[in-house]
C-alpha cells in the first residue's frame, strides 16, 4: 500500500520561504512523476511544479522563477523550496505520484496548509 506523508507547511510572511517534503513508501513504479498541487478555498486544484523520475521539471506559470522542486529517487521524495512567497500562495498544498506505465496509477497526500501573511 503506497502513502505519501507530507510535511514542511504552516505559516510565512510574505517574501519568505518555506520547504516542503513529501515522502512515499510503498511500492511505485520507478518511471513516474511526483508533484506538487494546490488548492485555495473556492478555487480548482493547480498544479504547482512536478519533477519526472529522469528530474525534467514543470512550474506551473504563477510560481516560476520562485519555486523549485527536486527529488530523491532513493528515499522516495519529492521537495518544494517556496521562495519570494506572495498572499496568492496560501492553499492547501497536495503531493502526488503518477506511475507512467500502464495502468498509470496514482496516489495523493493528504495535504498541507501553506498560508502566507502580507
Known amino acids: 500500500q503506497v502513502q505519501l506523508v507530507e510535511s514542511g507547511g504552516g505559516l510565512a510572511q510574505a517574501g519568505g520561504s518555506l520547504r516542503l517534503s513529501c515522502a512515499a513508501s510503498?511500492?511505485?513504479?520507478?518511471?513516474?512523476?511526483m508533484g506538487w498541487y494546490r488548492q485555495a478555498p473556492g478555487k480548482e486544484r493547480e498544479l504547482v511544479a512536478n519533477i519526472h523520475s529522469g528530474d525534467r521539471t514543470n512550474y506551473g506559470d504563477s510560481v516560476k522563477g520562485r519555486f523549485s522542486i527536486s527529488r530523491d529517487n532513493a528515499k522516495k521524495t519529492v521537495y518544494l523550496q517556496m521562495n519570494s512567497l506572495k498572499s496568492e500562495d496560501t492553499a492547501v498544498y497536495y503531493c502526488?505520484?503518477?506511475?507512467?506505465?500502464?495502468?498509470?496509477?496514482?496516489?495523493w497526500g493528504q495535504g498541507t496548509q501553506v498560508t502566507v501573511s502580507s
Open positions: 510503498g511500492n511505485i513504479f520507478s518511471i513516474n512523476v
Open positions: 502526488n505520484v503518477l506511475e507512467l506505465l500502464p495502468p498509470g496509477r496514482s496516489w
